[in-house]
Antibody
Framework: EVQLLESGGGLVQPGGSLRLSCAAS????????INWVRQSPGKGLEWVAT????????YYADSVKGRSTISRDNSRNTLYLQIDGLRADDTAVYYC??????????WGQGTLVTVSS | EIVLTQSPATLSLSPGERATLSCRAS??????LAWFQQKPGQAPRLLMY???TRATGIPARFSGSGSGTDFTLTISSLEPEDFALYYC??????????FGQGTKLEIK
């Protein structure tokens, strides 16, 4: 069974940093691209970043580019997202999702990031 | 950036009725259009991809249609578990993807 489990969310002050993790199981992690997608309270879905299994990656949305780093450790079947310079509009539930050519077919349950003083 | 506009924002129907949800793209997305269902407190669930291909385990009452910039998700006969939020998504410029703002399907 494919499973994705996010962790690392919490309350952070504006300007702070956070590292989110996504532990994967039930599939060959290294074979797949993985995404981070976020959902602000009461709002829709926003793609944040993608890291692939091959060269030419990663990619970032303009809203986080320059202050975020997506990475993966295939030996630990884990995906990471480091976000620096956090702002109030980064407040959201952050989901990781397995990707097949642009189709996020499995999602984790999400981890909530709240940016507030 | 390709903008997806979903309509209506809220759709109120009764179990057994037919639901028709729309998604319009600001430019052609070819066949790269997907639909997701999201229930309160849950992650999105892939329903449909490439306009009309049902994801694994999705019942046949769900169908997708359309082309170019105009797409439709149809639920032929609503079951109680179908009342949820629905999002469309395009992947024309993958991995740079975008989602619609959602349609809430609520019980009338």
């Amino acid at each position: 069974e494919v499973q994705l489990l996010e962790s690392g969310g919490g309350l952070v002050q504006p300007g702070g940093s956070l590292r989110l993790s996504c532990a994967a199981s039930g599939f060959t992690f290294s074979d797949y691209a993985i995404n981070w997608v976020r959902q602000s309270p009461g709002k829709g879905l926003e793609w944040v970043a993608t890291i692939g299994s091959g060269p030419g990656y990663p990619y970032y949305a303009d809203s986080v580019k320059g202050r975020s780093t997506i990475s993966r450790d295939n030996s630990r079947n884990t995906l990471y997202l480091q976000i620096d310079g956090l702002r109030a509009d980064d407040t959201a539930v952050y989901y990781c999702s397995r990707d097949i050519g642009g189709r996020p077919d499995y999602w984790g349950q999400g981890t909530l990031v709240t940016v507030s003083s | 950036e390709i903008v997806l506009t979903q309509s209506p924002a809220t759709l109120s129907l009764s179990p057994g009725e037919r639901a028709t949800l729309s998604c319009r793209a600001s430019q052609s997305v070819d066949r790269y259009l997907a639909w997701f269902q999201q229930k309160p407190g849950q992650a999105p669930r892939l329903l449909m991809y490439d306009i009309s291909t049902r994801a694994t385990g999705i019942p046949a009452r769900f169908s997708g249609s359309g082309s170019g910039t105009d797409f439709t998700l149809t639920i032929s006969s609503l079951e109680p578990e179908d009342f949820a939020l629905y999002y469309c998504q395009q992947r024309t410029n993958w991995p740079r993807t975008s989602f619609g703002q959602g349609t809430k399907l609520e019980i009338k």
